[in-house]
């Protein structure tokens, strides 16, 4: 693990152990059971790895603009607005390069945009203020719940999950 220079490489380097996490779990469901659901009026496990691509997308986006602003459009408006192509890809392995695709650009804009830019206040979901940092962190906590949520479909379908296993392993 390399070292942490800034509060920005630190959530950085949460993000990307988040999202390996994540990928890891999306590549151990087998291709033919992305249209799994629990139940008739949940999502199905392309629906929940699409959704996780437009929140990350969203947020990247937002959180890099000059002019940040979550109330710019009402919610499914402001995914679109970055992340309309996502509901194309329903194959796994687009759904997987889609995964590594944007963490990769978002941490390029995320650096490109800086530590101090990260820093400044913005008006959230709620209309409360709050750094743009903090919205990172609570980008990557969505992301780990539904890291979580993949993990007990995986259950439910009788397949260890990939944490599990690699914890099983490492005993």
Do not use: C
Not at 66 to 90: I, K, M, N
Not at 119 to 127: A, C, E, K, S, V
């Amino acid at each position: 693990m390399a070292l942490v220079t800034s509060l920005l490489e630190e959530a950085l380097e949460s993000w990307r152990d988040v999202r390996r996490g994540l990928i890891e779990e999306v590549e151990n469901i087998p291709a033919d059971r992305f249209d799994f659901r629990p139940a008739a009026e949940v999502k199905s496990v392309t629906e929940l790895i699409q959704h996780i691509l437009e929140v990350a997308l969203m947020m990247t986006g937002e959180l890099t603009r000059t002019d940040t602003d979550f109330r710019r459009a009402p919610w499914p408006e402001l995914l679109g607005l970055y992340a309309a192509h996502v509901r194309d890809a329903t194959a796994k392995v687009e759904l997987l390069g889609l995964l590594e695709a944007s963490i990769q650009d978002g941490e390029r804009r995320f650096h490109e945009a800086g530590e101090l830019h990260m820093l400044q206040l913005i008006t959230r979901f709620d209309g409360e203020q709050g750094t743009r940092l903090a919205w990172l962190h609570h980008g990557i906590a969505q992301e780990m719940y539904h890291r979580g949520q993949l993990a007990l479909y995986e259950r439910l379908m009788g397949i260890e999950p990939a944490l599990t296993r690699n914890i099983r392993a490492s005993s």
